[in-house]
């Protein structure tokens, strides 16, 4: 099993940078791929970014150019960095942890069995 808890959300002014940590935890936790994904209400969860215990990354198209996903395999976190925030980046974020035999369909929510409880972001213009 994984658990997973995020930090760093808060309430920024546009064109502000913020970093969002995920802290994992479990035996299985170190082979896990984590993903980002964030939701607005009404809306359906969206995919961000993704990270397999190796370091490879996948970003979506939403994510290039603004956001930054790293790994700290030491500390066993993964970090969302995302730069020029926008009102439009204002949702909860969350951490998901997927675990081998990994999913192909990285960007989809059932490609992750575990789940952080969130953190909100809020963008003031």
């Known amino acids: 099993q994984v658990q997973l808890v995020e930090s760093g959300g808060g309430l920024v002014q546009a064109g502000a940078s913020l970093r969002l940590s995920c802290a994992a935890s479990g035996p299985t936790s170190r082979r896990a791929a984590i993903g980002w994904f964030r939701q607005v209400p009404g809306k359906e969860r969206e995919f961000v970014a993704r990270?397999?215990?190796?370091?490879?990354?996948y970003l979506s198209d939403l994510a290039k150019g603004r956001f930054t996903i790293s790994r700290d395999s030491a500390e066993n976190t993964v970090s969302l960095e995302i730069d020029n925030l926008t009102p439009e980046d204002t949702a909860v974020y969350y951490c998901?942890?997927?675990?081998?035999?990994?999913?192909?369909?990285?960007?989809?929510?059932?490609?992750?069995?575990?789940w952080g409880p969130g953190t909100q972001v809020t963008v003031s213009s």
């Open positions: 998901a942890a997927g675990l081998p035999p990994y999913s192909t369909s990285v960007d989809l929510p059932g490609a992750y069995m575990y």
């Open positions: 990270i397999t215990f190796s370091g490879s990354t």
